[in-house]
C-alpha cells in the first residue's frame, strides 16, 4: 500500500510531505485548490509522461517519492528477476530536471521508465474522472474479462508464440521478396556462369596462347631466318665456326709461351663450344617451327573467346574472369540455399501458428466461461447502486484472424432500464450511470486482481443523495481488502473515509501554493458540514455532518 508521498517543485507545491493510512482516504477541497496535482505527482512515479511545463520553480528539478509497504503482495520475485534490492518498504522516485531530462529510480537504483511502469502497475491503480470514457474501448473491455477469467499464464504465452509468429512471419515475407527478386535475375546468372564454366579457363593461358599465336604467324619468316643464322654459324664451307676454328687451333700452337696468349686461348675454346651450341638450338628450333593452319585457328578462336568475356565483363584478365565465374556460383548457391532458408521458416511458421491457434482457443474458452458470471455480479453491483434493472451484455465475437490479444472482440452493451434495448455505452448510459458502471467494474476487478491501492478521481460524478451514499458504501467495502483513496466534492462519500486529507491553498511570500493537512475529528465535522452548505456552515449542517459521520 501506499505509505508516503514526497513532493518538490511540482505545479503549485513547492515542498509537500503527505502520510497515507490503510482503508480508505478522502480527499477535499475547493476546485482548483490542487487535488488533481497530488493525482499528477502519482502518476509521474507511475511512469508518466514528464513535462517541464510543471516544473514550479523552473531552474530547479521536480522530485517525486512514493514509499510503498510490500509486505504482503509477493514482489520479491519481480525484484529479483529485474536484480533490484527488495525491500519491505520501498521507494519509488522519479526527478525532472530543467532541461526536461527524467530519471527514475527504485530503492535508489536507476532504472528505466519501463521498468519503473511495471512495478507501478502491480502496486496501484489511479482511476481518473476522464477514464470514465475508456468504459467505450474495446482494449478495456476485454482486459476486464481476461481480469475475470484470471488467465495471465496463458495470456503470456500466447503474447510470446504471437511474437514470435509475427517475427517468422516477416522473416517469411522478406525470403520471399528476396527470392522473387532473385529470380528475375537467376537465368542471367546461370547464362553467364556456364559461359565462363564451358570457357575452362586457365589462369596465365592468355599470355602462352598469344605467344604461340605469335610465332605460329611468322613461322615462315622465324624458320628463314633462323636457317640463315644456323648456316652462317655452321653452314658451308665459310662459316663462322671453321674460322674460329682455324684460329682457335692457330692461337693454340704458341699458347704456351706466353700466359696472356694461353689466356685468350682458353677464352677462344670456350666462344667456340658456346657458338656451337648456339648453332645446335638454332637448327633445332628450325626444324621445331612449322606452319600450322589448324593450330592457329584453334589458337586464334580460343583467343577470341578470352577477348570476347574480357570486353563483356570489362575486365582484362582471366584471373579476373575466373573470380567472377566464382561470385557467380557462390551467388547460384545462394539462391538453392535461400529455398531452403524458406521451405524451414515456412514449417517452422506452421509449428508456431498451430500452438497458437491452440492457445487462443483455450484463451477463447476462458472469456466464454467467465462471460455469464461477469453479467451477473455486476448486474449486482448496479443494483446495490440504485439500478435495479441495469445490465451489462458482454457480447463476444470470435475473429477469423488472430491478433495480439488472441481471437476474440469484446463490446459491451448495456440496458439501463427494464425492458430496453441493448446498446452501446456512449448511446445507453448517461455520465451518472456510466460512473456507477466503471466502479463497479473496478470493484470487481480490484477483488480478483488484489492490487495494493486504488486510486478514485471523482468517480463519483453525476451522482449524488442515496446513490452517492451507496457509491461510497461500495469503496468502504472494497477498503476492506485493499488501500482506497477517494477524491470527492460529495459529503456523503467524505464520510466514508477511515481518514481525511484536506487541500488548500496558502500564500507565501505573495505566493500562491497548494498545501495539504490531515483533518482531526472536529476540523472534519466542518469540512464536512462545508460540502453540505454554502458559505459558513449552519449549526443544522454541522449537526447534520456529526450525525453523518457517526452512521
Same mark, same amino acid.
Given at each position: 500500500m501506499l505509505q508516503h508521498l514526497s513532493i518538490r517543485n511540482y505545479a503549485l507545491i513547492d515542498k509537500l510531505e503527505v502520510d497515507f493510512s490503510k482503508g480508505l482516504t478522502i480527499i477535499t477541497g475547493e476546485t482548483g485548490a490542487g487535488k488533481s496535482i497530488l493525482l499528477g505527482a502519482l502518476g509521474l512515479v507511475a511512469g508518466s509522461r514528464a513535462d517541464t511545463q510543471a516544473l514550479l520553480d @523552473?531552474?530547479?528539478?521536480?522530485i517525486v517519492e512514493a514509499s510503498f509497504i510490500l509486505k504482503e503482495y509477493s514482489l520479491k520475485d519481480f525484484f529479483s528477476a529485474n536484480e533490484l534490492d527488495y525491500e519491505v518498504i520501498t521507494t519509488i522516485r522519479r526527478e525532472i530536471n530543467p532541461e526536461g531530462k527524467s530519471r527514475?529510480? =527504485?530503492n535508489d537504483t536507476?532504472?528505466?521508465l519501463g521498468l519503473l511502469k511495471s512495478l507501478a502497475e502491480r502496486l496501484i491503480d489511479i482511476h481518473s474522472q476522464h477514464e470514465t470514457l475508456t468504459l467505450n474501448g474495446s482494449q478495456f473491455q476485454l482486459s476486464v474479462v481476461d481480469a475475470y477469467a484470471d488467465h495471465a499464464v496463458a495470456l503470456n504465452e500466447y503474447a510470446g508464440s504471437f511474437k514470435q509468429f509475427k517475427g517468422l512471419e516477416k522473416t517469411l515475407n522478406e !525470403? !520471399? !521478396?528476396k527470392e522473387s527478386q532473385a529470380k528475375k535475375e537467376l537465368d542471367y546468372f546461370q547464362f553467364q556462369f556456364n559461359e565462363l564454366e564451358d570457357a575452362d579457363l586457365k589462369s596465365g593461358e592468355q599470355a602462352g596462347i598469344e605467344q604461340e599465336l605469335e610465332t605460329l604467324n611468322n613461322a615462315e619468316e622465324i624458320k628463314l631466318n633462323l636457317s640463315k643464322a644456323s648456316s652462317g654459324l655452321n653452314g658451308g664451307e665459310q662459316n663462322l665456326l671453321s674460322s674460329l676454328s682455324e684460329i682457335k687451333i692457330l692461337i693454340a700452337s704458341f699458347a704456351k709461351y706466353k700466359p696472356e696468349i694461353n689466356e685468350l686461348s682458353i677464352r677462344l675454346n670456350s666462344s667456340f663450344i658456346e657458338l656451337k651450341d648456339i648453332s645446335n638450338e638454332l637448327e633445332s628450333l628450325e626444324q621445331d617451327i612449322v606452319y600450322d593452319p589448324k593450330r592457329i585457328e584453334e589458337l586464334t578462336i580460343r583467343l577470341d573467346? =578470352?577477348?570476347?568475356l574480357q570486353q563483356k565483363h570489362q575486365v582484362k584478365e582471366i584471373d579476373e574472369l575466373i573470380v567472377l565465374k566464382n561470385e557467380l556460383s557462390n551467388k547460384l548457391l545462394d539462391f538453392s540455399s535461400l529455398e531452403t532458408e524458406i521451405e524451414k521458416t515456412k514449417n517452422e511458421l506452421s509449428s508456431v501458428q498451430k500452438s497458437l491457434i491452440t492457445l487462443a482457443k483455450k484463451i477463447t474458452a476462458d472469456r466464454k466461461r467467465v462471460i455469464p458470471k461477469i453479467e451477473k455480479e455486476i448486474a449486482a453491483l448496479l443494483s446495490s447502486l440504485?439500478?435495479?434493472?441495469?445490465?451489462? @451484455?458482454?457480447e463476444h465475437i470470435e475473429t477469423v484472424v488472430l491478433?495480439?490479444?488472441g481471437a476474440d472482440k469484446i463490446n459491451f452493451l448495456f440496458s439501463a432500464n427494464k425492458g430496453s434495448d441493448f446498446k452501446d455505452l456512449n448511446k445507453a448510459a448517461s455520465g451518472g450511470e456510466l460512473s456507477r458502471l466503471m466502479l463497479s467494474i473496478k470493484s470487481l476487478i480490484a477483488q480478483l486482481s488484489a492490487l495494493p491501492t486504488i486510486i478514485f478521481d471523482e468517480i463519483d460524478t453525476g451522482v449524488s443523495g442515496e446513490i452517492a451514499d451507496k457509491v461510497g458504501n461500495i469503496m468502504n467495502l472494497m477498503s476492506n481488502s485493499m488501500q482506497v483513496i477517494a477524491i470527492t466534492h460529495l459529503p456523503q462519500i467524505a464520510v466514508k473515509g477511515q481518514s481525511h486529507l484536506f487541500v488548500f491553498k496558502e500564500e507565501k511570500n505573495k505566493k500562491t501554493y497548494s498545501a495539504v493537512k490531515k483533518l482531526t475529528e472536529e476540523e472534519r465535522v466542518q469540512e464536512i458540514a462545508k460540502m453540505l452548505s454554502s458559505g459558513t456552515p449552519?449549526?443544522?449542517?454541522i449537526s447534520n455532518a456529526k450525525e453523518l459521520l457517526k452512521n
Open positions: @523552473k531552474n530547479s528539478k521536480c527514475a529510480f =527504485i536507476p532504472v528505466t !525470403l !520471399l !521478396l573467346t =578470352i577477348y570476347r440504485s439500478m435495479p434493472h441495469a445490465q451489462l @451484455k458482454v491478433n495480439a490479444d449552519t449549526a443544522a449542517a
